[in-house]
C-alpha cells in the first residue's frame, strides 16, 4: 500500500509540459584522488588526463561577468582531433576498453550542429545499438524512475568484482535524455541546447559537494537498444501510474540522438520519504541549504527546480544507518551540542536542467548559462495536492522576482540616462530564488510529517524528546521566516538564511563545522 501512495505522489513530480499530465516543474574541488575514481561505462583512459581536463573546467571568478542570453551553443572551443577511445579524460577510468565504439551516422548538418556538444564530452556520437550491446554484456540494467524528458536506468556490473567497486563508489545511474538538433514543440523532447546546457552544469557542479558526480557524458543516435528497452518495459509493469514516457519504439525516428549521463546513486529522492523523523526532515533541509550556499559562493548557481523529485538522500555510509541510530535516542542525557548530521544521510541535488551558474574555461571567461523557463512565463496551473500546489507557486515567486529586477534594473538605467541593455531576465543572478526553493522543501518536510510535529522516535529518553521537539519547531520557524515574508524581506540568498540561522541559533557553530568537514572530505 505504502508504495501505492508513494506511485500516485510521483506523478506529481514532474513538469505538466508534457500533455497536461506532467508537472513542471560533491565535494569540495575534486581532489587528484577523487579524480582519479571518475571512469565510464566501457572503461579505458589516463587519470592525468582526467586531472587536466578537470581543471580546465573551473571557473575564473575573477574576470568580468559574460551573461549570455543565448546558451553557448556555438561557443565552446573545438578540442584537437583526438582518438576517442583513448582521450576522453572524463569519461575514462583506469580499465580498458572492451568494446569498439560504432559511430552512428548523421548527415553533415546534423554532426556540424552537434559538434559544440560532442567538443564538450570529448566523443564522437556512437550508435545506440551497439552502445547498449557493449553496455548489456558488462551491466544489468533496471529503470529507476523518469522525469519530464528523461529515462534514468541503474547499472549494476555482472562481475562481482566491478559491482563491489561501483557500489563502494556510490553506484552508477545513467539518465537517458532524447534530444533535437532543432527546436520543437513537442515537449517530450528536449533541444540540443538544453541538454548541451544541462551537460555544462553538471560539468561545473560536478566537483562540488551535494551534486550529482558525473562519471561520463556520451552522445548517441539510433533505435533503443534492448537492454534499456526490456528495463523499460519491466517498469511500466511495476510502476503503471507513475510510467509515463512513451515507449520510444514507437515514437523515437530510427535516428533519434540522446544524451547519456553516468551519474552515481543519489539515492531515494525526498518525495518516497514517507514520514521522515525531526533528525532526517533536519539534516535534509540544513544540508541542502548548505550545498545551495556552497554552490552560489563558487559558481553563483541557482537549481530554479528543486522539487521534491530532485533532492535526493542516502545513508552517509555504505551500507550505513539511513536514520539517527537507536541507542544514540536511547541514551541521550542531554541535547547534543552538533544536531546537524544525526541522520546519518548525505544529500544530493540532482537536475539541473533549468538551473543557472557560472561556467566556462579560460577562453571562455565567465559564461552563464540559464534556461529561459518560457513554460513558467503565463502558466497558470495550479496542482492537484498540496505539493504541487508549492510547487508550481515557487516557479512562478522565482518568475515575478526576475521580473521585479528586471525592472528596476530598467529604471535604474534610465535614472543614470544610461541606455539598457536588453537581456534575458533569468540570465540574472537571483540566489533568492533558491530560498524560495528552499521554503518550498522545508514546507514539503513539513507537510509530511503533519499530525507528527513533536513527534519524536520510539524509545527516546527525555533529552532526545527535546531534542527532536527543538528540531521540528526550528523547521517551523524557518518556514514561517520563509514562506511568511514577502520575497523582498526573505534572505537574499541560501548562504544569507544560513547567516539567519545562525543569528536565530537554529544552527550552532558546531553544526557548521559539521558541514564544513563534509566538504574537505
Ligand atoms: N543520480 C541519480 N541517482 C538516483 N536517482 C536519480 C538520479 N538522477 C535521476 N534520478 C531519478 O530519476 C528521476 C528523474 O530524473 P531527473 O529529475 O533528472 O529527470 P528530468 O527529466 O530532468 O526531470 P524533470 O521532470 O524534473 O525535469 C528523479 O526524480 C530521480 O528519482
Redesign the pocket.
Known amino acids: 500500500m505504502a508504495d501505492l501512495d508513494a506511485l500516485g505522489e510521483l506523478k506529481n513530480?514532474?513538469?505538466p509540459t508534457r500533455r497536461f499530465e506532467k508537472t513542471y516543474?560533491k565535494k569540495k574541488p575534486a581532489m587528484a584522488q577523487s579524480r582519479a575514481m571518475h571512469f565510464d561505462l566501457f572503461g579505458g583512459g589516463d587519470e592525468n588526463k582526467i586531472v587536466d581536463e578537470m581543471e580546465k573546467l573551473t571557473i575564473k571568478n575573477d574576470r568580468k561577468e559574460r551573461v549570455e542570453s543565448v546558451p553557448p551553443v556555438q561557443e565552446c572551443p573545438v578540442p584537437a582531433k583526438v582518438h576517442p577511445t583513448e582521450h576522453n579524460p572524463r569519461l575514462r577510468g583506469r580499465r580498458k576498453a572492451t568494446t569498439s565504439k560504432r559511430m552512428a551516422t548523421l548527415t553533415q548538418d546534423k554532426m556540424q550542429a552537434l559538434k559544440p556538444l560532442l567538443s564538450l564530452v570529448n566523443q564522437e556520437v556512437q550508435d545506440f545499438q551497439e552502445f547498449g550491446r557493449s553496455m548489456g554484456k558488462k551491466y544489468i540494467c533496471t529503470k529507476?524512475?523518469?522525469?519530464?524528458?528523461?529515462d534514468?536506468f541503474k547499472l549494476k556490473p555482472k562481475d562481482i568484482d566491478e559491482a563491489m567497486q561501483v557500489y563502494e563508489r556510490g553506484g552508477l545511474?545513467i539518465?537517458v535524455i532524447p534530444f533535437t538538433v532543432d527546436k520543437i514543440d513537442d515537449d517530450d523532447i528536449g533541444d540540443l541546447e538544453s541538454v548541451t546546457r544541462e551537460v555544462r552544469i553538471l560539468q561545473t557542479l560536478d566537483p562540488l559537494h551535494g551534486f550529482?558526480r558525473c562519471r561520463g557524458v556520451h552522445v548517441v543516435s539510433g533505435k533503443y537498444p534492448d537492454v534499456l528497452l526490456d528495463a523499460f518495459q519491466m517498469f511500466k509493469t511495476t510502476h503503471p501510474l507513475t510510467a509515463i514516457n512513451p515507449d520510444p519504439t514507437k515514437t523515437a525516428p530510427a535516428d533519434q540522438l540522446y544524451v547519456i549521463i553516468e551519474?552515481?546513486?543519489?539515492?531515494t529522492?525526498v518525495w518516497k520519504i514517507g514520514r521522515p523523523s525531526a533528525f532526517q526532515a533536519f539534516d535534509i533541509f540544513w544540508k541542502t541549504a548548505m550545498v545551495l550556499a556552497n554552490a552560489e559562493e563558487k559558481v553563483e548557481f541557482e537549481h530554479r527546480?528543486l522539487h521534491n523529485?530532485?533532492v535526493?538522500y542516502k545513508p552517509l555510509k555504505r551500507n550505513g544507518p539511513g536514520d539517527v541510530i537507536q541507542a544514540v535516542v536511547e541514551d541521550m542525557l542531554e541535547e547534543p551540542e552538533v544536531t546537524l548530521g544525526l541522520s546519518n544521510l548525505q544529500v544530493t541535488v540532482?537536475?539541473y536542467?533549468l538551473a543557472r551558474a557560472k561556467v566556462g574555461n579560460d577562453s571562455e571567461g565567465d559564461l552563464v548559462v540559464f534556461d529561459p523557463i518560457q513554460y513558467w512565463e503565463e502558466n497558470d496551473a495550479e496542482g492537484e495536492s498540496e505539493s504541487d500546489k508549492k510547487q508550481y507557486d515557487t516557479y512562478r515567486k522565482v518568475r515575478d522576482w526576475a521580473r521585479g529586477e528586471e525592472a528596476k534594473a530598467k529604471a535604474a538605467a534610465e535614472l543614470d540616462g544610461a541606455e539598457y541593455e536588453e537581456r534575458d531576465k533569468y540570465s540574472r543572478f537571483l540566489p533568492k530564488s533558491n530560498v524560495m526553493w528552499l521554503g518550498y522543501l522545508v514546507a514539503d518536510l513539513l507537510m509530511k510529517s503533519a499530525g507528527g510535529r513533536g513527534a519524536s522516535l520510539p524509545g527516546s529518553s527525555r533529552a532526545a524528546k527535546r531534542l527532536q521537539l527543538y528540531m521540528w519547531r526550528t523547521l517551523e520557524e524557518v518556514d514561517v521566516y520563509v514562506n511568511g515574508s514577502s520575497p523582498t524581506l526573505m534572505p537574499e540568498s541560501a548562504g544569507d538564511l544560513l547567516a539567519t540561522a545562525m543569528e536565530m541559533k537554529w544552527l550552532t557553530l558546531a553544526d557548521m563545522a559539521v558541514f564544513r568537514e563534509e566538504l574537505e572530505e
Open positions: 513530480q514532474q513538469r516543474g529507476l524512475g523518469e522525469g519530464a524528458f528523461a534514468v545511474v539518465k550529482a551519474m552515481d546513486d543519489a539515492g529522492p527546480d523529485g530532485n535526493c540532482i537536475d536542467t
